[in-house]
């Protein structure tokens, strides 16, 4: 693999909006690099639904989503964003967050305002943290990163949802002062509250999510949603719900004794290209080196001759 881009601030200068579909395992990945998209997200939604069969709800936490993460990562060398949620606690754990992604080779993460227990941004029922908390959470994920060029901090509050857009458009402007290189306000509802955000931070790399089949925010094409001033787009469900109604599909024609249809199944010479089979049977294939002690014992042999 080739060395991993980690200037995020370089990726949105080069990509006008940047698109960001969501990867849950390590073969989403792969195919997300090959249909030649510049970076992806790693997104708690996705996560959750396609590793370990739960809703977005704060059932698993940093353990269990780095553990997966790290997986993920190694199989794609495109610049990953990170969905660190809260940051799973208090300051200390978001710095103990910022290094594990950090060091993981993360390009971008992003931590959000909501109250424990935390679920998906498009979910009623959310409650945010007081301001104080969370610009304290921020100080410490900007202090801890190992270098501030590197690791690109986004800002998320949830905050529309259970106190209105005043109140979220407030805390953003917080947010910002407090260090995030970027902001993200979660479940805007109407084209209008996606114009009064980009208006008031003109200039700021903005997050939006366009979360397919079931969001707040209303699906709107890319490029006019960069023209409302949104530098990231990400798209947390689009492929997740796909696959999962292929999977109900391959299901039912097993089920129901039909063979694979060919037009919507690879066929085994397409996936093991997908899989990179050429690479691992190259290595296979190299001549394995002696260990070092029966090279000498070979090369003593050789010389008593």
Request: proline share 5%; hydrophobic share 40%.
């Amino acid at each position: 693999m080739s060395c991993r881009e980690r200037n995020w601030k370089k990726l949105l200068r080069k990509h006008a909006p940047l698109l960001l579909p969501a990867a849950g395992d390590a073969l989403t990945a792969k195919l997300i690099q090959q249909a030649g998209f510049p970076a992806y997200q790693i997104g708690g939604f996705t996560l959750d639904g396609m590793r370990f069969g739960f809703p977005d709800m704060d059932v698993t936490r940093l353990a269990e989503k780095s553990a997966a993460a790290r997986e993920i990562i190694a199989a794609c060398d495109l610049p990953v964003l990170i969905d660190a949620d809260d940051g799973y606690g208090d300051a200390k754990s978001v710095a103990h967050t910022i290094h594990t992604y950090d060091d993981m080779g993360a390009a971008a993460i992003f931590i959000e305002d909501q109250k424990a227990p935390k679920r998906c941004g498009h979910m009623a029922g959310k409650e945010v943290v007081p301001m104080p908390e969370m610009e304290k959470k921020i100080r410490a994920a900007v202090s801890t990163r190992r270098d501030r060029n590197e690791l690109f901090l986004i800002a998320r509050t949830d905050a529309r949802e259970p106190n209105g857009l005043e109140d979220a458009l407030r805390r953003a402007e917080r947010y910002l002062k407090s260090g995030a290189d970027g902001i993200y306000v979660e479940g805007l509802h109407n084209l209008a509250e996606l114009r009064t955000v980009g208006r008031q931070f003109k200039g700021v790399p903005l997050a939006v999510t366009i979360l397919e089949g079931g969001g707040k925010t209303p699906w709107i094409a890319p490029d006019v949603l960069h023209d409302l001033g949104f530098s990231m787009v990400l798209y947390p469900t689009t492929v997740l719900f796909r696959v999962t109604r292929a999977i109900q599909r391959a299901l039912q024609d097993i089920k129901s004794g039909k063979s694979m249809p060919k037009n919507d199944a690879v066929d085994m010479i397409e996936f093991e290209r997908i899989v990179d089979i050429a690479y691992w049977k190259s290595l296979e294939q190299q001549v394995v080196p002696l260990p070092e002690r029966l090279r000498q014992i070979v090369n003593k042999i050789f010389k008593a001759a």
